[in-house]
């Protein structure tokens, strides 16, 4: 399994940017396999951000982003992507996407240790 993440960059309070994970080595559209990004800011623990499937509720956000960011997923270019609006100074961090291959109930969608396969960071850098 690899994951490849990209899209991280300096950007102004407000601006936009989208992230991708380019992901390989197993069945990407199994209805089961969890799709997530996460984050972490220097001095802080490893967060959920949002996540995706196909089963079930498909989609997932931690509160801090929800009405912000948007997950989404191309199933032809076993891709997936995190629209990132209205930035700000808190959405700084080191993101990372994951992938969970097996069933995950709700409660653990956005848990970094339900993911078993991670891909290098990408660095969002949000400052004026």
């Known amino acids: 399994v690899q994951l490849q993440a990209s899209g991280g960059g300096l950007v102004q309070p407000g601006g936009s940017l989208r992230l991708s994970c380019a992901a390989s080595?197993?069945?990407?559209?199994?209805?089961?396999?969890?799709i997530g990004w996460f984050r972490q800011a220097p001095g802080k623990e490893r967060e959920g951000v949002s996540s995706?499937?196909?089963?079930?509720?498909?989609?997932v956000y931690a509160d801090s982003v929800k009405g912000r960011f948007t997950i989404s997923r191309d199933n032809a270019k076993n891709t997936v992507y995190l629209q990132m609006d209205n930035l700000k100074p808190d959405d700084t961090a080191t993101y990372y996407c994951?992938?969970?291959?097996?069933?995950?109930?709700?409660?653990?969608?956005?848990?970094?240790?339900?993911?078993?396969?991670w891909g290098q960071g990408t660095l969002v850098t949000v400052s004026s």
């Open positions: 994951a992938a969970g291959l097996n069933y995950l109930i709700l409660s653990r969608r956005l848990d970094p240790m339900a993911y078993d396969y």
């Open positions: 080595g197993f069945a990407f559209d199994d209805a089961n396999a969890n």
């Open positions: 995706i499937r196909r089963r079930g509720v498909s989609t």
